[in-house]
C-alpha cells in the first residue's frame, strides 16, 4: 500500500514539474506534450521532432502553445503543419523553444470547447484557433483571462466580431485571415463561359466563413441579371445531396467559397460535378487539390507560416495582440486540377492563358488527399 503512495506521489511530482514549463519560465525540466490529451506536436510526415518541442531543444526557455484545428481538411492542415513547421525555426533562431499540445475536434462543438478548456487548465501562453468557429470559441473563453488568442484562417474576422477593425484588433486576439474576392472568382466564371446564364452556390448556411462571400456572390450575380440556385449542406448525406441537386439543376458552374464543411466532404462528391460536366470553381486550392476544377485564393502554407511569425511576436518580443494588425495576403492565385479540367472538355493551357490576366498566379494540379501526397 505504501508503494503504491509513494508512485502515486512521485507521478504528482513530475507532472507538477511539468506543468512549469509554460510562461516561457525558465526550468530545467522539458515537459511532455499533451497533458491535456491533446495530440503531440510532432505531426506524421511532418519532419517535426518527435519529442514534441519544437525549436531549440537545448533551451531553458519554453513556450506552452495549445492549437486547435476546426476540422481535418487539406487547407486547414496545411496551415497548422506549417505554423509549426514555423515555430521550430523560429525556435532555433532565437533560442527558445515551443511545447505545443495540437488537437482536432472534427467540427463537433462540445469536443471543441473541452479542447479549449483543456489549453486553459494546463495554463497555455497562447491558444491558436484555426478557422472561424475555434477562433470565436477562443474568444469567448478567454474573456475573463491573460491568454492571448491568435486566429488563422478567418475569411472575415470583423464580422466575426472577433476584431474591431483588421488594423487595430484591439481585446487580447488577432491573426491572419483568408478574406476571399468573390468577385474574381465570379469573373473567372464568366472569362471561361461568357453564356453562363445559371450559377449554384454550395455551402452551409452555419458557416461563418460562407456569409459573406455568398452574399457578395448573389450581389455580383444580381447586378449582371444571372440566375442562381442555393443548395446548402451541414453533414456529410447533405452536401452529397446538395451537390446532385445542383447537378440536376442543370446549372453551368458551382461556386462554394472558403466552406470547411463542403471541403471536408469534398473527396466524395467531385466526381457528381466532373460526371455532370459541370466546372466547381471554389475558395481555397485544397478544394482543386480534392477534384474541383478551380481553386482561387492565398497561399495556406504561407498563411500558417505568417500566423506562426505572429506568435513569435506576442510571445517572444512582448507585443500586444490588439495593436498587431490582422494580416491579410494578396488572394490572386488560381489553382487548376488538370485532370478535372480535361474531364471536362477542357484544355489547361488555354485556361491558364485565359485565367493569366486576371489572376496573379496560375498553378496545375493533380487530385489526391492531402497536398503531401503529391511530394516526392
Do not use: W
Not at 511530482?13 to 526550468?27: K, V
Not at 506549417?82 to 488537437?103: M, S, W
Not at 498563411?303 to 495582440?321: C, F, H, S, V
Not at 485565359?354 to 498553378?363: D, E, M, R
Request: hydrophobic share 40%; proline share 4%.
Amino acid at each position: 500500500m505504501n508503494r503504491i503512495l509513494t508512485l502515486a506521489l512521485s507521478l504528482a511530482m513530475t507532472l507538477s514539474l511539468a506543468a512549469c514549463g509554460g510562461n516561457g519560465t525558465t526550468t530545467t525540466q522539458k515537459p511532455s506534450i499533451g497533458n491535456s490529451g491533446s495530440g503531440s506536436a510532432a505531426q506524421s510526415g511532418s519532419g517535426l521532432p518527435a519529442d514534441g518541442l519544437l525549436g531549440d531543444p537545448g533551451s531553458d526557455t519554453i513556450y506552452h502553445v495549445g492549437i486547435c484545428n476546426y476540422v481535418d481538411d487539406a487547407s486547414l492542415n496545411q496551415i497548422n503543419e506549417n505554423i509549426q513547421a514555423r515555430l521550430d525555426e523560429i525556435g532555433q533562431e532565437k533560442n527558445v523553444a515551443f511545447q505545443v499540445d495540437y488537437d482536432n475536434p472534427n467540427a463537433d462543438a462540445a469536443v471543441m470547447n473541452q479542447i479549449i478548456a483543456n489549453f486553459q487548465a494546463d495554463k497555455v501562453d497562447l491558444m491558436v484557433g484555426i478557422a472561424t468557429p475555434v477562433a470565436m470559441a477562443m474568444q469567448a473563453a478567454t474573456e475573463d483571462s491573460d491568454i492571448p488568442v491568435v486566429f488563422s484562417a478567418v475569411s472575415d474576422p470583423v464580422s466575426a466580431e472577433l476584431v474591431a477593425s483588421l488594423d487595430a484588433p484591439g481585446g487580447n486576439i488577432t491573426g491572419t485571415s483568408d478574406y476571399l474576392d468573390t468577385n474574381s472568382v465570379m469573373n473567372l466564371i464568366f472569362a471561361v463561359n461568357p453564356d453562363t446564364k445559371k450559377i449554384g452556390l454550395l455551402y452551409n448556411v452555419g458557416q461563418d466563413s460562407s456569409a459573406t462571400p455568398i452574399a457578395h456572390a448573389k450581389e455580383y450575380l444580381d447586378a449582371k441579371g444571372i440566375e442562381y440556385v442555393e443548395r446548402t449542406g451541414t453533414n456529410a448525406a447533405e452536401v452529397k445531396q446538395a451537390a446532385q441537386a445542383l447537378a440536376a439543376d442543370g446549372v453551368d458552374a458551382v461556386f462554394t467559397p472558403t466552406d470547411n464543411t463542403i471541403m471536408e466532404h469534398y473527396l466524395s462528391i467531385y466526381e457528381i460535378f466532373v460526371d455532370a460536366g459541370i466546372p466547381h470553381y471554389t475558395g481555397a486550392d485544397s478544394f482543386a487539390l480534392n477534384g474541383a476544377f478551380l481553386g482561387y485564393g492565398v497561399d495556406y502554407a504561407n498563411l500558417g507560416r505568417e500566423t506562426a511569425d505572429m506568435i513569435a511576436e506576442i510571445l517572444i518580443d512582448g507585443k500586444e495582440p490588439g495593436a498587431l494588425a490582422v494580416k491579410t495576403f494578396d488572394n490572386g492565385t488560381a489553382t487548376v486540377n488538370t485532370e478535372t479540367c480535361e474531364a471536362l472538355g477542357l484544355d489547361y493551357d488555354e485556361i491558364a492563358r485565359i485565367f493569366a490576366p486576371l489572376c496573379t498566379k496560375v498553378q496545375p494540379i493533380t487530385t489526391a488527399e492531402e497536398f503531401g501526397d503529391l511530394q516526392g
